[in-house]
């Protein structure tokens, strides 16, 4: 079983930066693929950014493009997430996610879940 633990969420005022991670334990599988998603109250999951186990493809959804970068260091079982210019529409649950079956948007390509880390951005 793969355990992912998110952290790095909190409160922001518009324009600021928050870098979130998530770190990988248990029965680790080698360097999966992984995913950041976010869910803001009464709205679905969303996906926002994903990269490929050895860090060389990345994607975004548009709404965060050019302000959010993904990055990973496998050797520490960590793949990071750098939120900058945030806004409040950013505001939600972010979660990390693990999966094996190349980088995708949709929410069912990844077998592992974080508990999610609240983002909250005040205009």
């Known amino acids: 079983q793969v355990q992912l633990v998110e952290s790095g969420g909190g409160f922001v005022q518009a324009g600021g930066s928050l870098r979130l991670s998530c770190a990988a334990s248990?029965?680790?599988?080698?360097?999966?693929?992984m995913g950041w998603f976010r869910q803001a109250p009464g709205k679905e999951r969303e996906f926002v950014a994903a990269?490929?186990?050895?860090?060389?493809?990345?994607d975004y959804v548009a709404s965060v493009k050019g302000r959010f970068t993904i990055d990973r260091d496998n050797a520490k079982n960590t793949v990071y997430l750098e939120m900058n210019s945030l806004k409040p529409e950013d505001t939600a649950v972010y979660y990390c996610?693990?999966?094996?079956?190349?980088?995708?948007?949709?929410?069912?390509?990844?077998?592992?879940w974080g508990q999610g880390t609240q983002v909250t951005v005040s205009s």
């Open positions: 996610a693990a999966g094996r079956t190349g980088i995708t948007r949709r929410d069912t390509g990844y077998d592992y």
């Open positions: 248990g029965r680790t599988f080698n360097s999966p693929d």
């Open positions: 990269i490929r186990w050895d860090g060389v493809i990345t």
